[in-house]
């Protein structure tokens, strides 16, 4: 996939900002060819220097961004060249969906394992054990609780699993 196509796949704007926040998209989202200073980067981007430094700092440790640091001679001040690199992003992003889905798996576990009831009135979820030791009785309201079929909730999972092992190439 060329570049620019990679930066403005919808999973990987959502990948970078759910790393960065709104605040560091606009660092996240514009990488400059070559090494840039913070500082440059604030004035192009027009940002607080603030923001850009946090958004450098979690791609750095993403292993999207490194640095190298220079000392003014005049000055003896140390300056941050900063260098994008965004090779990394489909392997990260592989990670992040493998972990994605383990969670998903063990949520869907914990769904199909578990009876529950439910509070009509407050929409409050209580597991079958919960339920026994409140007498089935709402602890904040006192309407009798109903078992609950998670039926749809456990389908909605199950679909998302299979995308997610499809997108992953992972075989169920
Ligand atoms: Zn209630």
Redesign the pocket.
């Given at each position: 996939m060329a570049f620019e196509d990679l930066l403005e796949a919808p999973v990987v704007q959502k990948y970078l900002h759910e790393l960065v926040g709104p605040k560091g998209m606009p660092v996240a989202v514009s990488p400059p060819d070559g090494e840039v200073t913070d500082e440059e980067l604030a004035e192009r981007l027009d940002l607080e220097l603030n923001d850009v430094r946090r958004a450098l700092f979690i791609l750095y440790e993403n292993d999207l961004a490194t640095y190298r640091r220079v000392r003014d001679e005049d000055s003896g001040w140390l300056t941050y060249l900063w260098t994008f690199d965004y090779d990394n992003i489909p392997e990260n992003l592989h990670e992040e969906m493998d972990r994605l889905l383990d969670a998903l798996e063990d949520r869907r576990e914990y769904e199909l394992e578990n009876e529950f009831y439910l509070?009509?009135?407050?929409s409050?979820r209580f597991e079958f054990g919960e339920a026994m030791d409140l007498g089935f009785e709402?602890?904040?309201?006192?309407?009798p609780?109903e078992a609950m079929e998670n039926t749809d909730l456990v389908d909605a999972m199950e679909e998302r699993i299979g995308n997610l092992r499809s997108d992953l190439g992972v075989k169920a």
């Amino acid at each position: 996939m060329a570049f620019e196509d990679l930066l403005e796949a919808p999973v990987v704007q959502k990948y970078l900002h759910e790393l960065v926040g709104p605040k560091g998209m606009p660092v996240a989202v514009s990488p400059p060819d070559g090494e840039v200073t913070d500082e440059e980067l604030a004035e192009r981007l027009d940002l607080e220097l603030n923001d850009v430094r946090r958004a450098l700092f979690i791609l750095y440790e993403n292993d999207l961004a490194t640095y190298r640091r220079v000392r003014d001679e005049d000055s003896g001040w140390l300056t941050y060249l900063w260098t994008f690199d965004y090779d990394n992003i489909p392997e990260n992003l592989h990670e992040e969906m493998d972990r994605l889905l383990d969670a998903l798996e063990d949520r869907r576990e914990y769904e199909l394992e578990n009876e529950f009831y439910l509070c009509e009135v407050c929409s409050i979820r209580f597991e079958f054990g919960e339920a026994m030791d409140l007498g089935f009785e709402c602890p904040e309201c006192g309407s009798p609780v109903e078992a609950m079929e998670n039926t749809d909730l456990v389908d909605a999972m199950e679909e998302r699993i299979g995308n997610l092992r499809s997108d992953l190439g992972v075989k169920a």
